[in-house]
């Protein structure tokens, strides 16, 4: 699937080369595919032609992000905020690059900032988990999963990331 998007992205560039969207829809999915360097060359392509579109510097953030590169992800991301200070993705992104700089409390009290904008994010909890599973370690997360269970029983996302969690506590019975 993600190779027809490719394609089709390919497509609609050769008819219109200066379509800046579908050059980032192509970068995006040449991100998903691990086509790190043409994801980067390609996003880079689309800031040029459009220097204020926050979602090309959450994209070239993720590039970052992806190859290690976790300083850059966090300059992409200031930049998307920049642009967006409210920007829930932008932030999550940011908290992400500062985590991976080891810098898991500041990225903590950005997504602990955010709560209150988003309570019923569940991508924005998430990513508190992981957060604090870095800080805390795995009981910190299933303490945290738990409660948002009960808030979400049926949502795949927190269940699957508490049934991990239990299996990383060793706790298979309860996974």
């Known amino acids: 699937m993600l190779k027809q998007a490719h394609k089709s992205f390919e497509n609609a560039l050769e008819l219109e080369p200066n379509d800046e969207t579908s050059l980032v829809f192509l970068a995006n999915t040449q991100c998903l595919l691990n ?30 992000i992806r190859k290690n590169d976790y300083q850059g992800a966090y300059e992409y991301a200031n ?4 642009l967006s200070p409210k920007d829930l993705q932008s932030n999550i992104i940011l908290a992400r690059s500062l985590s991976a700089l080891g810098r898991h ?19 924005l909890h998430l990513e508190r988990v992981n957060i604090l ?4 370690g795995a009981r910190a997360g299933v303490d945290e999963l738990q409660k948002l269970v009960n808030s979400y029983p049926e949502d795949f996302s927190i269940l699957n990331a508490l049934a991990k969690s ?3 506590l060793g706790e298979t019975e309860n996974a």
């Open 35 to 64: 086509d790190l360097e043409m994801a980067e060359l390609n996003a880079r392509n689309a800031l040029m032609m459009s220097p204020n579109r926050v979602d090309i510097y959450q994209l070239l953030s993720e590039i970052a």
């Open 79 to 82: 930049k998307a905020i920049q």
């Open 105 to 123: 409390n500041e990225a903590l009290v950005k997504l602990n900032n955010m709560l209150p904008s988003f309570p019923d994010s569940r991508l």
């Open 133 to 136: 599973q870095k800080i805390n």
């Open 166 to 168: 239990y299996i990383e």
